[in-house]
């Protein structure tokens, strides 16, 4: 076996790429590396929140309709820290202030509470969709990133060939390996990334159809108590 190949094998492992690396591109994967990280605790993060909140939503909702009194609901339910139960509690606060008192305005009224749960529910994505930017964010600029360090390194990599005078193989292959491996690293960072905000953006927009589906049930049931209102 060739000792000079089982050398440059040893110098081509991440770890030794990385401290072989120029401080430039240290810095470069450093920061993909942080940037992954964080991607992927993002990832579970809303992985579990998005699942436990259409699950309890599915509760709730089904709850609601099962309901025969909607005050004893409201009583046992309004303090429930859920997009579907803010919803809820905004339509009858609205439905509370709009018919106190004598005579009502039936068409405003309804159009009153179109708008409070309509709010609620564009509140309730917001808070859901949060931290999504961080996502797409990591998606469109880690590879720009790592493709930053490729090019860094690769100029530091014939920096070196002329300073040598040498162009042969040994030379040149651990300068771009660190070059490329900067890609690597930003693909790795950015490809879970993109693949994540797909996916969980598709999720917040199946939830604020539910919310929305929610409300507009909710709706219909306080206009027809308004249609039986003298």
């Given at each position: 076996m060739n000792p000079?190949f089982?050398?440059d094998?040893a110098t081509?492992?991440p770890?030794?790429l990385?401290i072989?690396?120029d401080?430039?591109v240290?810095?470069v994967?450093g920061g993909?590396?942080?940037?992954?990280?964080?991607?992927?605790a993002?990832i579970v993060?809303?992985?579990?929140?998005?699942?436990?909140?259409?699950r309890?939503?599915t509760?709730?909702?089904?709850?609601f309709?099962?309901a025969e009194?909607i005050?004893?609901?409201?009583?046992a339910?309004?303090g429930?820290d859920l997009?579907?139960?803010r919803v809820?509690?905004?339509?009858v606060k609205?439905?509370?202030?709009?018919?106190?008192?004598?005579?009502i305005?039936?068409?405003g009224t309804?159009?009153r509470?179109?708008?409070?749960?309509g709010?609620?529910?564009?509140?309730?994505?917001d808070?859901l969709?949060?931290?999504l930017?961080?996502?797409?964010?990591i998606?469109?600029v880690?590879p720009?990133?790592?493709?930053?360090g490729?090019?860094?390194?690769?100029?530091?990599?014939?920096?070196g060939?002329a300073?040598?005078?040498n162009?042969s193989?040994?030379?040149?292959?651990p300068?771009i390996a660190?070059?490329?491996?900067?890609?690597?690293?930003?693909?790795?960072?950015a490809i879970?990334?993109?693949?994540?905000?797909?996916?969980?953006?598709?999720?917040?927009?199946?939830i604020?159809?539910?919310?929305n589906?929610f409300a507009?049930?909710?709706?219909?049931?306080?206009s027809?108590?308004l249609?039986?209102?003298r």
């Amino acid at each position: 076996m060739n000792p000079v190949f089982n050398m440059d094998a040893a110098t081509m492992s991440p770890v030794a790429l990385f401290i072989q690396a120029d401080f430039v591109v240290k810095i470069v994967m450093g920061g993909l590396l942080i940037a992954s990280i964080w991607t992927w605790a993002l990832i579970v993060a809303f992985w579990r929140r998005l699942g436990t909140t259409r699950r309890e939503m599915t509760r709730f909702d089904r709850a609601f309709w099962q309901a025969e009194d909607i005050d004893v609901f409201y009583k046992a339910e309004s303090g429930r820290d859920l997009p579907s139960a803010r919803v809820f509690v905004a339509g009858v606060k609205e439905w509370r202030e709009s018919t106190v008192g004598g005579g009502i305005d039936k068409a405003g009224t309804r159009e009153r509470l179109a708008t409070a749960m309509g709010a609620a529910v564009a509140n309730e994505i917001d808070k859901l969709s949060d931290r999504l930017n961080i996502l797409a964010t990591i998606g469109s600029v880690a590879p720009f990133v790592g493709l930053f360090g490729t090019v860094w390194g690769i100029m530091r990599a014939f920096t070196g060939i002329a300073s040598a005078q040498n162009s042969s193989l040994a030379v040149v292959a651990p300068g771009i390996a660190e070059a490329l491996f900067a890609t690597a690293i930003g693909l790795f960072a950015a490809i879970p990334a993109v693949i994540a905000y797909n996916r969980f953006s598709h999720g917040v927009n199946r939830i604020e159809a539910q919310l929305n589906r929610f409300a507009d049930g909710f709706h219909a049931t306080l206009s027809r108590q308004l249609d039986a209102a003298r």
